[in-house]
């Protein structure tokens, strides 16, 4: 991936606050006129822009810590437990937010024929891999996606001998019909939606399809030994000495390596770190039927999240404290649009959440909250700035005079 796929001129994480944009950060240094010239913003400048983003507003990142366990303790917090190089250590935290990514409750989503394959035969694109070794390879990439062509054409630029694109689709989708639904009603109505509705949306959206971003494609089309192929349903991969035979509808192809840009799923029981939550999440699936036809694999999956994105408990009583779990990632887009990632609108989800934790932590803290109050004493007036009236006599009053 040279470039992120989002226009240069969305705001992003900046929180409505113009001096904290890319484009803030970029000019400072490039100025207006390199910013004209730019096209996307490649990755890396883009990381760059986010260390920037974290020392400016003091943001307390701990690299190189994973979260090995997240364990709500029906106490009013959750059990974190915390793996870094600098050894163990555990935290216990009031809310916990989930802001885990695409990928952030499951992984890659594999299909099935790979289980047959040797492991050092394929890869999924979201695998860390030197393309180098892909020099001299037949290569397949199933997929079409924007992963699929950054995929395809890292292969191809590193010498791959050929690259065939396996693509279910008999065309690629050419609208992102995912943009065209980025409304200021789908960033701050989508929740309030009835169920049948959210999910009619996102379930067009899905089945729409998102185009791979016409430079990436690009990008892989400009080379002579890529080939597109579409209607490549995948029927079964058989290996055969250091081969894999690939059948599909339209005939057999011969690959020494397959790279799957298939994208990811949701599946709590992958991820050790949720394995005590991940029997008591609800999940979509577990309250919505959907209409004939309209079902979808990602969105049944999908966590049925509360107003403050929280976990919410299949049976309830069983896991108390999961709704101090906040998912923050991807997967709450069926219940809160995409508010939640991608860049056009994660500085609304983001704000939506810190102000309705806010507003948790004040029903919680009130009676904290009351004392201080009750404590405040910072006097605003001192006493001298007027001189009380003396009490009127009886005489005065009588003729109705205020006295001097
Ligand atoms: C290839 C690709 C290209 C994309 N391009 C775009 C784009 O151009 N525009 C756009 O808007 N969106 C794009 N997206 C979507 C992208 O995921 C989001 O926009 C963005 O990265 C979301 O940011 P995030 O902080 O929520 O998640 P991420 O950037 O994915 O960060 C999640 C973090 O959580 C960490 N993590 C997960 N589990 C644990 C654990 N147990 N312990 C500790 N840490 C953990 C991960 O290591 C990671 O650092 C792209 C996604 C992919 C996969």
């Given amino acids: 991936m040279e470039t992120l796929r989002s226009p240069k001129e969305l705001a992003g994480p900046a929180l409505g606050l113009p001096a904290l944009t890319f484009r803030a950060w970029f000019e400072a240094q490039f100025g207006s006129s390199g910013w004209v010239a730019l096209d996307k913003i490649p990755r890396l400048q883009w990381m760059d822009y986010l260390r920037w983003y974290r020392r400016v507003m003091s943001i307390d990142v701990r690299n190189e810590t994973a979260v090995a366990a997240v364990v709500p303790r029906g106490d009013g917090t959750v059990l974190l437990e915390l793996r870094s190089p600098r050894g163990d250590s555990r935290v216990l935290a009031r809310r916990v937010v989930l802001a885990t990514g695409r990928d952030g409750l499951g992984g890659p989503d594999l299909p099935g024929f790979l289980r047959k394959l040797d492991r050092s035969k394929w890869a999924h694109s979201s695998d860390a891999m030197d393309y180098g070794r892909l020099t001299g390879l037949r290569v397949g990439v199933v997929g079409a996606g924007s992963s699929a062509m950054d995929s395809a054409a890292t292969a191809l630029e590193s010498g791959a001998q050929s690259v065939d694109l396996l693509i279910r689709r008999s065309d690629l989708p050419r609208i992102n019909k995912a943009k065209g639904a980025g409304v200021a009603g789908l960033t701050h109505g989508h929740f309030d939606l009835?169920?049948?509705?959210?999910?009619?949306?996102?379930?067009?959206?899905?089945?729409?399809?998102?185009?791979?971003?016409?430079?990436?494609?690009?990008?892989?089309?400009?080379?002579?030994?890529?080939?597109?192929?579409?209607?490549c349903r995948i029927d079964a991969v058989r290996p055969d000495g250091s081969d894999l035979r690939v059948i599909t509808p339209k005939g057999e192809f011969v690959f020494d390596f397959m790279i799957v840009s298939t994208g990811f799923m949701i599946d709590w029981h992958a991820r050790p770190e949720y394995a005590s939550i991940a029997p008591h999440v609800r999940s979509w699936r577990d309250r919505f039927s959907p209409a004939a036809g309209q079902y979808d694999q990602e969105l049944a999956d999908s966590p049925d999240l509360g107003p403050i994105f929280e976990l919410r408990e299949k049976f309830a009583g069983r896991c108390p404290g999961l709704d101090r779990i906040h998912c923050f990632c991807y997967p709450a887009t069926l219940s809160h649009g995409a508010v939640s990632g991608d860049i056009p609108a994660i500085s609304d989800g983001a704000q939506r959440l810190a102000i309705g934790i806010a507003s948790l932590f004040y029903r919680e803290d009130f009676d904290y909250h009351y004392?201080?109050?009750?404590?405040?004493?910072?006097?605003?007036?001192?006493?001298?700035?007027?001189?009380p009236a003396p009490a009127p006599t009886a005489r005065d009053a009588m003729r109705g005079v205020r006295p001097e």
């Fill in 194 to 231: 009835p169920d049948e509705l959210k999910w009619r949306v996102r379930r067009y959206i899905n089945a729409a399809g998102v185009p791979p971003p016409q430079g990436s494609t690009l990008r892989v089309s400009r080379h002579p030994n890529v080939r597109f192929n579409f209607g």
């Fill in 371 to 387: 004392g201080k109050l009750e404590a405040y004493d910072v006097a605003e007036l001192v006493g001298t700035e007027w001189v």
